[in-house]
């Protein structure tokens, strides 16, 4: 973790009183980044029987609080999740949770807009934002590395280095991978 930034331990405050999982300031975490993570009592008692790994989640942000996309940050974030427990589920969707194409894709997946504000309206949009990112990461993981990617995700964000970095362009892989229902088939 970024201990200089952060401090040297993670403060997890369990609560029945948390609706959705999410660390300190949640979106608005890179303004005032501190290693807090605030937990749904579900997520806890999941986290611990091995069939919920929403803190591997909210933890990878801590690890990773500097991003230049909201979609990748949740991508890799879930990506990180399936990778240590990979037959729990991650926020709202389950393990074996499979992509569906959506009218948004070229806006959102691996773009530098902000996070979306039917993220915290619409619970459709929510579960399909986190799985579709999570797919479209691990495709650019599975093409270059971890380390490509995250040398991607410190940078300011251009389609350029995008481009010179995954040797694709990003609407191009959306549409390899069959998340965008505007794709020609
Ligand atoms: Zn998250």
């Not at 709202?92 to 997946?109: E, I, K, S």
């Not at 459709?124 to 990617?149: C, G, N, P, Q």
């Not at 970095?165 to 549409?175: E, Q, Y």
């Amino acid at each position: 973790m970024d201990a200089r930034n952060l401090g040297p331990k993670i403060k997890v405050v369990v609560s029945n009183n948390v609706r959705v999982s999410h660390v300190w300031q949640g979106y608005q975490h890179m303004n005032d980044p501190r290693a807090v993570i605030f937990l749904n009592s579900r997520a806890y008692e999941g986290f611990k029987s091995g069939a919920n790994a929403t803190l591997v989640h909210e933890m990878t942000h801590l690890f990773t609080w500097k991003f230049n996309s909201h979609s990748l940050r949740e991508g890799v974030a879930d990506y990180v999740a399936r990778a240590v427990m990979p037959n729990a589920s991650v926020g709202p969707n389950a393990a074996n949770a499979l992509p569906t194409p959506v009218d948004w894709a070229f806006r959102y997946l691996g773009s530098s807009q902000p996070a979306p504000s039917e993220l915290m309206t619409d619970v459709e949009f929510r579960k399909s934002y986190y799985f579709l990112s999570y797919v479209f990461v691990k495709a650019l993981i599975d093409r270059t590395s971890m380390a490509d990617f995250l040398r991607f995700y410190d940078s300011a964000y251009s389609d350029t280095l995008f481009e010179s970095t995954f040797k694709v362009k990003r609407l191009d892989l959306i549409c390899e991978l069959r998340l965008g229902t505007q794709c020609k088939e």
